[in-house]
């Protein structure tokens, strides 16, 4: 079993300092590349009791890992000794994640002396100094059992560590010139390493899908500030709420802003998405229905009550019918339709606009006999090919 070892004990360097980023404090980023790292537990190291030790258990029991707090040296030595290995944090280390999730046996990371002491790594030989993470055996913790409570369990570990032999890994010393690897980073260079970590999620963009693009985009920024905070799901709740409006509206027999808002619907919820793919190695998988198809079903039910008088079995078989072709084009159409069938707003806005005119229903149906013919010419294009 291999047990995550996170410090609070922070000797001289408050709590209050540690801002971090992505709505996660320096030590919920340890945390979070722990359970990357295939960490099956947390053991965090606190005298006391505080928000952030808080904010950690709850970051854990959102990913149903257990979590422990240990108050003395001697209980994080009985707690950690039955570990097959460890993977410990110091205390205000924001490691790369990519290095940590790649460490896969015990090792010490270092940085060149050299290039780390000056910025407050701790120098462990003549050429080297810890980089504030390592992966111990779980064994070297019977060695803290007889020392005193007010010792600096890291540390003190680290040089048990190095005593039984644990091998000394020399990390890429761009890490620390590129700000991917930091040691009490200040607000500067808290900001850099936010820039870094929205980039390291983001996806390629189209604007063949535009809704999809302007929600990556939005989804981005807003995961730096609520992606850990209780707001991360309000953007999937403002969809839910879009929908249910949407569908009075189309109620009252006014279809155009109804399907607007089916378009915004359809945004936010892959806005909620884009958070929730940011925020995931901390959380629980969503257990609620797919948006992407209550979004189809408010589209059809909105046709449905937008066909015209005298359409009888008409009225359900074309909506039905255009949801189905659009999900052929999103699962077997060439690229360029792939990617716009998957922007249910693209789809939305479109009816909307024929719904100015009163012809939402008729223009779905030429749209899904556009869709029809275009995916049979393309399959019959492969046909010759092959």
């Known amino acids: 079993m291999r047990l995550a070892l996170i410090s609070l004990d922070r000797q001289g360097w408050e709590a209050a300092e540690d801002k971090g980023f992505g709505g996660r404090s320096i030590a919920a980023q340890q945390l979070q590349m722990a359970l990357s790292a295939g960490c099956e537990r947390i053991l965090c190291f606190a005298r006391e009791d505080t928000d952030q030790l808080h904010e950690l258990k709850r970051q854990a029991d959102d990913a149903e890992i257990p979590f422990a707090q240990v108050r003395t040296v001697s209980a994080m030595c009985s707690e950690s000794a039955a570990a097959e290995t460890v993977l410990i944090f110091a205390n205000a280390v924001l490691p790369d994640a ?82 991917r690897w930091s040691l009490r980073p200040d607000a500067e260079a808290l900001t850099a390493r936010e820039r870094l970590w929205i980039a390291a999620h983001a996806k390629p963009v189209d604007f063949r899908a535009p809704g999809l693009a302007i929600a990556e985009k939005a989804g981005l920024r807003l995961a730096s ?33 109804a399907l607007l808002l089916v378009g915004l619907a359809f945004v936010s919820s892959r806005i909620g998405r884009v958070i929730h793919r940011v925020a995931r190695p901390g959380m629980r998988k969503q257990r609620y229905l797919s948006l992407d198809h209550l979004t189809d079903l408010t589209i059809a039910v909105i046709l449905v009550l937008s066909a015209p008088q005298g359409a009888s079995w008409l009225g359900g078989f074309v909506p039905a019918v255009l949801i189905g072709m659009v999900h052929l084009a999103r699962t077997g159409g060439p690229m360029g339709l792939r990617i716009a069938a998957e922007d249910r707003s693209l789809l939305a806005v479109l009816l909307a606009g024929a719904a100015m005119f009163g012809t939402a229903f008729e223009v779905a149906a030429v749209l899904a006999l556009l869709l029809l013919v275009w995916l049979v010419v393309d399959r019959r294009e492969e046909n010759v090919a092959e």
């Open 98 to 179: 990519g290095a940590v999730e790649g460490l896969k046996s015990v090792g010490v990371l270092a940085f060149s002396a050299e290039n780390a002491v000056p910025l407050g790594y701790e120098r462990i030989d003549a050429s080297r100094a810890w980089a504030g993470v390592m992966l111990s055996p779980g064994a070297v913790a019977e060695g803290l059992a007889d020392l005193p409570d007010d010792i600096d369990p890291v540390a003190t570990w680290l040089r048990l560590a190095l005593q039984a032999g644990v091998d000394i890994v020399s990390l890429d010393p761009d890490l620390l010139q590129d700000g």
């Open 225 to 257: 500030d609520i992606a850990n905070s209780p707001y991360r799901n309000a953007p999937t709740l403002t969809a839910t709420a879009l929908l249910l409006c949407a569908l009075g509206l189309a109620a009252l027999a006014l279809p155009f802003p």
